[in-house]
């Protein structure tokens, strides 16, 4: 199965990892080209190496700053808020209607942020407005659990 996951902060590689390990096809999405470049040539953080060490070798798993290229195909993706901006909720959106906009095939969106609020129904208004916008007939379903597959 391949599943999307948006980030690379150190949770969302520990649960790429265990389900990579599982035997998925895991890609991982981040909008910073340089930093995809870098990683797709090698350069990982410590942490990043320790945690990747063996299952990059097995070519389960993959990273891309192109949310469509990660989305065809994919049967699940991971959204959460973005560790590095307090924006919360306005992340989280923001990646809900990113997934809208790119996805190609139904898809379980897994929104996983920790935000003390129901996210559920705001997530859902958000994707289908976007795929209203394409005219599309996909469908998608959300799950909200902060610590579904949390590594």
Do not use: W
């Not at 590689?13 to 890609?27: C, D, F, P, Q």
């Not at 208004?125 to 795929?131: G, R």
């Amino acid at each position: 199965m391949k599943i999307s996951v948006m980030g690379i902060d150190q949770s969302e590689l520990m649960s790429g990892k265990a389900l990579a390990e599982m035997g998925n096809e895991v890609i991982y999405i981040c909008k910073d080209d340089r930093r995809i470049d870098n990683i797709k040539r090698g350069y990982f953080t410590d942490s990043e190496k320790e945690i990747l060490k063996n299952v990059h070798k097995k070519r389960s798993i993959d990273f891309t700053a192109d949310l469509r290229e990660a989305l065809e195909g994919s049967s699940m993706c991971f959204i959460s808020e973005n560790n590095h901006e307090n924006s919360g909720l306005f992340s989280i959106l923001a990646n809900a209607r990113d997934v809208g906009a790119n996805m190609s095939n139904h898809t379980f969106i897994i929104d996983r942020s920790t935000l003390p609020i129901n996210r559920r129904e705001q997530i859902k208004e958000t994707v289908q407005t976007e795929l209203d916008k394409r005219s599309s007939t996909l469908t998608f379903e959300v799950i909200s659990d902060s610590s579904f597959l949390r590594a």
